[in-house]
């Protein structure tokens, strides 16, 4: 059975963004940009750790905290590991540390968005110059 080009076309853009999103800069790994990959993995790993080192991993709340947790879960399914361990509320965190680690999670999170959705980009525009549509 071959699929239509368009059907092909669409599980890439998919794949690309899901991928994208398990891992920051995966998306552009299955693209074959290896070294953008690495940079994106690292400063969006990076800003994220930094942020839970800032506030401690208690600033991840999906209870109390839904708005800042939206934004974080972007960044990788890993966040809703560590939310469902954090939202008994064993992990207060109060204050600056708190607001701070909440801005450096969300914010690598948004980066991730922005990561996958040029990377959605660049898939589709390499396949639209390769077939002319």
């Not at 940009?33 to 800003?47: D, Q």
């Not at 839970?52 to 934004?71: C, E, H, M, T």
Request: proline letters at 5%.
């Amino acid at each position: 059975m071959t699929r239509n080009p368009k059907e092909t076309h669409l599980l890439l853009l998919l794949t690309v963004g899901l991928c994208g999103w398990l891992i920051p800069g995966g998306g552009y790994f299955l693209l074959n940009e290896k070294k953008r990959a690495i940079i994106i993995f690292t400063t969006i790993t990076l800003t994220f750790c930094i942020g839970l080192y800032i506030g401690s991993i208690g600033v991840i709340d999906p209870v109390g905290s839904k708005f800042p947790y939206a934004g974080q879960l972007i960044n990788s399914p890993a966040v809703a590991i560590i939310g469902y361990h954090t939202r008994g509320g064993g992990y207060n965190v109060y204050g600056k540390p708190r607001e701070i680690g909440q801005l450096y999670t969300g914010l690598a999170g948004m980066l991730n968005l922005l990561c996958i959705i040029n990377a959605i980009y660049l898939a589709h525009l390499r396949r639209t110059k390769t077939t002319g549509d």
